[in-house]
Nanobody, 126 residues
Framework: QAHLEERGGGSVQAGGSLRLSCVAS????????MGWFRQAPGKEREGVAS???????TYANSVQGRFIISRDNAKNTLSLEMNNLEPEDSAMYYC????????????????????WGEGTLVTISS
């Protein structure tokens, strides 16, 4: 069973930046599609960004140009650099791993990911 642990959440003002990280274990990390999801109170979990095993990245329209996802296969880590944050970005952010890449990874659907971290809270004040 893969283990994913997120770090780096917190509270910042609108326009600020945060960097999230995720450490993965108990999986062949380099073979997995990795992604970030978020869930705000009362809303469904939504895909934010993903990076496939070959480095292909995909972003939700709402974060395109503001967020950058990256992975370090040597350290089994995943990062999400979040810039120009907006109050609407406030949510619990989850790291996820999916065995099936390609279209499954790019679709940013929860169905494409089978391992999840417990989440880290991001709060953006206006």
């Amino acid at each position: 069973q893969a283990h994913l642990e997120e770090r780096g959440g917190g509270s910042v003002q609108a326009g600020g930046s945060l960097r999230l990280s995720c450490v993965a274990s108990e999986l062949t990390y380099s073979s997995y599609c990795m992604g970030w999801f978020r869930q705000a109170p009362g809303k469904e979990r939504e895909g934010v960004a993903s990076v496939d095993h070959d480095g292909t990245t995909t972003y939700a329209n709402s974060v395109q140009g503001r967020f950058i996802i990256s992975r370090d296969n040597a350290k089994n880590t995943l990062s999400l650099e979040m810039n120009n944050l907006e109050p609407e970005d406030s949510a619990m952010y989850y790291c996820a791993a999916g065995l099936y890449g390609g279209n499954w990874c790019r679709a940013l659907g929860t169905y494409g990911f089978d391992s999840w971290g417990e989440g880290t809270l991001v709060t953006i004040s206006s």
